[in-house]
């Protein structure tokens, strides 16, 4: 008998797992977060906060770089996939989308997208159709789909890169850093297609990302990595009006405070690290 989904457990979820490169540089120190099914969760941090490591350790991808994971455990859907290839991953559903938009240069769009598909046995017709709603969310990747990617901009190849990911017809995209080298608008344009693929294919996303403001206004709940560990967590709007959050992610000082830019203010005030 098949057993029943419990649609109220969390879809992801990562219990105090420690990473470790080369084995010998402690990277992660007991990591743990949550993703409900249907949910956008950010991770959250400066560069070489451990956002990257974390979304890598959970689509396997650390043995590329002589990374593992030494302590904790991974679960999606209720089983552990710590030694689960990445393709096996794919296949249940979970696919990261790197930072840095790596697109196969040399192949056209459509082709790029297609190789997003590699996986799938549902045949040529459900591909297709698939493609067309890439297509219908990505409007732009319809007029360059023929086009080299290496010859696109930046957006485009950031929607590349997750229009493919789509195409393996994932339940789960870990997307790292989606606004890294994007204007302003670009990133507005990314995170609206984020919010409406959550809301109307019911794609759960979990984010890493530098961008705190932007993060907070789509993401339902988020994580702040700190130096490997999380030193905070909480409802997106209420890490939205958090005071050290604001001062030292936002860039908003309250009333008669100097500016982060003071160190031992800034020591003094980051309260988690004490």
């Not at 099914?37 to 400066?46: D, E, K, T």
């Not at 195409?167 to 302003?184: H, K, N, Q």
Request: hydrophobic share 35%; proline share 3%; with cysteine.
């Amino acid at each position: 008998m098949l057993q029943k989904v419990d649609d109220t457990a969390p879809l992801l979820t990562v219990n105090n797992i420690e990473v470790i490169y080369n084995h010998v540089i402690l990277v992660l120190k007991g990591v743990s977060l949550s993703v409900p099914r249907g949910g956008i969760v950010a991770i959250l941090g400066a560069n070489g906060a451990g956002k990257t490591t974390t979304l890598k350790a959970i689509s396997n991808l650390l043995r590329a770089e002589r990374g593992e994971v030494t302590k904790g455990s991974i679960t999606f859907e209720g089983d552990e996939i710590q030694n689960l290839s990445p393709s096996e991953l794919v296949k249940r559903g979970c696919i990261q989308v790197m930072e840095g938009r790596h697109c196969f240069g040399h192949l056209t769009i459509e082709e790029n997208l297609m190789t997003g598909a590699f996986t799938r046995t549902d045949g040529r017709t459900a591909i297709n159709r698939d493609l067309e709603k890439v297509y219908t969310y990505f409007p732009r990747l319809k007029e360059r789909r023929k086009s080299q990617a290496g010859y696109t901009s930046g957006g485009e190849q950031q929607m590349c890169a997750i229009g493919r990911a789509l195409m393996s017809r994932p339940t789960t995209i870990l997307l790292d850093e989606p606004s890294m080298g994007l204007a302003p608008q670009l990133v507005e344009e990314i995170f609206e297609i984020v919010r409406n693929l959550n809301a109307q294919e019911g794609v759960t996303f979990l984010l890493a990302e530098q961008n705190t403001n932007i993060a907070l206004r789509y993401a339902t709940y988020g994580y702040i990595l700190e130096s490997g560990r999380v030193v905070m967590d909480g409802d997106a709007k209420e890490l939205r009006e958090n005071e050290d959050v604001k001062e030292f992610y936002l860039g908003i000082a309250g009333e008669g405070r100097k500016s982060f830019r003071d160190v031992k203010h800034y020591k003094r005030r980051k309260r988690w690290l004490a």
